[in-house]
């Protein structure tokens, strides 16, 4: 039984792997590597609570621990690791430096969001979650939620507000 449970468990991640990993990044404002630790440890958590919440909804449980631990996480002045002058090269295939750009002009702008603001507006419009799910993992009232995200895509449009070309 406990075998059973395990492979389900790591058919679980192996599914939802890079859905989750992006939602972690987002979270937390394009940090990849805080985004592989954010994942990690809820997955962990996850593991301990797999035969009550395995036959409900995993997701749902990872995506609150994510979006908590995101929030905890980014009231921490600092997290061990030490910033480096040079980037290492990285090889890319063909030209995606549009996409790249647009993704990391997204991505410092939601970094610039409150955690709280970055959560409800990942949660809300880029997991398609309804206010009642996200005001579930922000482990606050649905108003709040609303508010939170609300806010944060009014952030969002003034930062990204020299890219916004009107319609018609």
């Keep these: 039984m406990e075998q059973t449970r395990a492979g ?27 985004a ?12 301990f609570v797999w035969p009550r919440v395995a ?3 995993p997701e749902a449980y990872v995506r609150k ?3 908590r631990a995101a929030a905890r996480s980014a009231r921490r002045r600092w997290w061990g690791e ?16 549009a996409t790249v750009a647009e993704r990391s002009r997204l991505e410092a702008a939601l970094a ?5 603001q970055r959560a409800a507006v990942v949660l809300r419009y880029y997991q398609d979650l309804p206010d009642r799910q996200v005001a579930e993992a922000l482990g606050c009232p649905v108003g709040t939620a609303r508010s939170h995200a609300a806010r944060g895509v009014a952030r969002l449009r003034g ?10």
């Design 65 to 67: 621990v994510l979006a």
């Design 82 to 97: 030490r910033p480096v002058e040079e980037l290492p090269e990285v090889a890319v295939s063909g030209d995606v430096s």
């Design 8 to 34: 389900e468990y790591d058919a679980f991640v192996a599914a939802r792997w890079s859905v989750l990993f992006h939602l972690a990044r987002l979270l937390t404002g394009g940090d990849r590597h805080r």
């Design 55 to 57: 036959d409900e909804a």
């Design 159 to 168: 930062l990204l507000a020299d890219v916004i070309e009107p319609v018609g």
């Design 36 to 47: 592989e630790d954010l994942l990690q440890e809820s997955l962990v958590k996850l593991w």
């Design 112 to 116: 610039q969001l409150t955690p709280r």
